[in-house]
């Protein structure tokens, strides 16, 4: 058997240069919400003039999230997006290694396809482009969002800072990096905590921290699939991972930014 992902490309993907931002719109199970996800990044970037291109992973979905994409590149023919489905569910942080992999912007961001962000909330981000290498958002208000989830995220941030020895507001507000780090930092197989552990890793490398307040509103349809035990897994795993980092790091000294030629040797 085949398991390979399919794929599909439009031929607005084929730009004369790469674009300035790299979109990697996450799915599973959201054909409720993708379709308004992606009309607000578009409307976000338009908005602003950046050159963006996106890129839709469908992780392993079993509802028709994939067909709502393909009938929004239909109505979006000159937007730069690239459709992959994988025949089962991988997770999170293996979406996001793919997807960087296969983006070739500048910059390069993960967006959850449940479409808990607003047009206004991206403009807010992505205006903030290059005015520092890590551009973090947190949420001010999260409209809708129950509070034993709100509970969760405030212990999850105050263990990771523990942890790090750092003080943030919030890790899984999907950072906004060069896409060069994103390749280079992100690994399969920790789930949503991978966000935490990039974060922490580029901040361990000395690079510019700027944390952005937004807000979100609940998804309109469907159910978050945080919440699970491989996640819990991921997370201690993640923890395990800061915390030995942070006494490598005391013992070696802080290390330096990878690059291509550093990971390759």
């Known amino acids: 058997m085949n398991d390979r992902p399919a794929t599909s490309q439009t031929p607005a993907e ?3 240069s790469a674009p300035k931002l790299s979109l990697f719109v996450a799915c599973y199970n959201e054909e409720e919400n993708v379709f308004g996800a992606l009309t607000n990044v578009r409307d976000a970037c338009v908005e602003i003039g950046i050159t963006y291109e996106i890129v839709v992973v469908d992780d392993g979905s079993k509802d028709r999230t994939s067909e709502v994409v393909q009938s929004w ?3 979006n023919p000159d937007v730069p997006l690239r459709l992959v489905r994988n025949p089962v569910n991988c997770g999170l942080s293996d979406g996001y290694v793919k997807a960087a992999s296969l983006a070739t912007g500048e910059w390069f961001r993960l967006i959850c396809g449940d479409n808990v ?4 909330t991206f403009i807010t981000i992505f205006r903030e482009i290059g005015s520092a290498e890590i551009l973090l958002p947190y949420y001010v208000h999260s409209y809708g969002k129950a509070i034993s989830r709100q509970a969760i995220s405030i212990v999850y941030t105050f263990l990771i800072n523990i942890l790090s020895g750092y003080w943030v ?5 999907m950072a906004l990096i060069r896409r060069e780090y994103a390749v280079l930092y992100s690994e399969k197989g920790l789930g949503f905590a991978f966000q935490a552990d990039i974060v922490t890793q580029l901040l361990d490398a000395g ?3 700027k944390e952005i307040a937004v807000t ?3 998804r309109l349809g469907g159910s978050s699939s945080a919440l699970t035990g491989r996640n819990f897994y991921c997370v201690s795993k ?3 991972r800061i915390l030995f980092r942070r006494f490598r790091n005391l013992f070696r000294g802080t290390p330096t930014v990878k690059t291509a030629e550093s990971k390759n040797h």
Do not use: A, M
């Open 207 to 209: 690079l510019s921290l």
């Open 14 to 16: 084929k730009q004369s």
């Open 169 to 173: 507001h919030y890790y899984n507000g």
């Open 73 to 75: 590149i239909k109505q």
């Open 216 to 218: 979100t509103h609940e």
């Open 117 to 120: 962000e607003t047009k206004e």
């Open 238 to 240: 993640v923890f395990g």
